[in-house]
């Protein structure tokens, strides 16, 4: 799998997705915000058929979900097939912080977001905040490069607190 990919939409997801734009026109914008990172940075991508998967390099992060006209779901675990050379070590991580983000934005009092942590799904319905929209796409395009430099610098630090001072 490359680092960098251009988006590989599907027919059948941008039928989707221009279909959430009357009923969520905020969801259809967040959609669009997440999909254009890619023009300035093409490490972030998404590929899909239907339901697209979101990747940062081999990273994969989250899968998006159409369930209804005014809803999107966004899933921690696919059980759809990645990208071949990906992997899936950054979604429990990134699936925490996106929720964290809707509490933060007090997404869950509002009631634009619902969480059901047994299944580890969020649903974002069509009244999310702009404010929200762009967390999520500041969050999306902070993603480091990779993930084994995070460890390593973790490690690194860890070892310099550990060190006897002199």
């Known amino acids: 799998m490359p680092d960098t990919s251009p988006n590989e939409l599907s027919p059948r997801f941008q039928k989707n997705l221009e279909a959430l734009a009357a009923p969520a026109p905020a969801l259809h914008e967040l959609m669009h915000s997440l999909l254009a990172i890619n023009a300035k940075d093409n490490r972030i991508f998404v590929s899909t058929a239907t339901n697209p998967h979101l990747y940062a390099g081999n990273d994969y992060l989250i899968r998006i979900e159409f369930p209804r006209g005014n809803l999107l779901r966004f899933h921690r675990d696919t059980p759809k097939a990645i990208a071949a050379g990906a992997n899936k070590r950054r979604a429990g991580e990134f699936f925490r912080e996106v929720y964290t983000l809707a509490m933060t ?25 702009q404010t929200f929209m762009h967390a999520l796409t500041q969050l999306v395009s902070a993603t480091p490069e990779e993930l084994e430099d995070v460890q390593d610098e973790d490690e690194e630090s860890t070892d310099e607190a550990a060190a006897p001072q002199e």
């Open 105 to 129: 934005h007090k997404g869950y009092k509002a009631g634009w977001a619902d969480l059901n942590a047994t299944r580890d799904v969020l649903t974002l319905k069509g009244v999310v905040p």
